[in-house]
């Protein structure tokens, strides 16, 4: 009868130490809902040249599904003087467009610079500055 009851508490013991030890190495994942940068996944992302007049030429930045359909202007606001200087690349996670841009001034380039935002188009912002005489395209990794 000894050897029952010190058996039931040595099991009992290790029952309780593997239930706390899957306890501590329990992982959770939160899935965090950002409306505001929605991955584009199945979508192109393209550079179009608008040409007014070819002193007043400019980049837009546009989405579209695989086969040309659903295009979408990504309107990106920049400083003034700022204008996207042509393609864009998407970040892995594809909430991220890195772009080149150049700075004018009465009609000459005055910078250059490297500038990321959101997909669609909010939060832009320089991440790498240059001079009058460099010319940023974006290219990411995976």
Excluded: R
Excluded at 58 to 72: K, L, V
């Amino acid at each position: 009868m000894k050897k029952v009851l010190l058996s039931t508490i040595v099991l009992t013991a290790f029952s309780c130490s593997l239930i706390l030890f899957q306890l501590s190495c329990k992982k959770v994942a939160v899935a965090a809902s950002d409306q505001t940068s929605t991955p584009q996944v199945g979508k192109i992302v393209y550079s179009k040249l608008i040409s007014p007049t070819n002193s007043n030429a400019y980049f837009e930045i546009w989405t579209a599904n695989y086969d040309g359909t659903n295009q979408q202007k990504i309107s990106i606001t920049l400083p003034t003087g700022v204008s996207i200087s042509g393609d864009a690349k998407l970040s892995p996670d594809h909430k991220i467009l890195f772009f080149g841009a150049y700075t004018f001034k009465s009609g000459i380039i005055t910078k250059s610079a490297l500038y990321a935002c959101n997909i669609d188009g909010t939060n832009p912002h320089e991440i790498v500055s240059g001079t009058q005489n460099e010319s940023f395209e974006a290219n990411v990794a995976y």
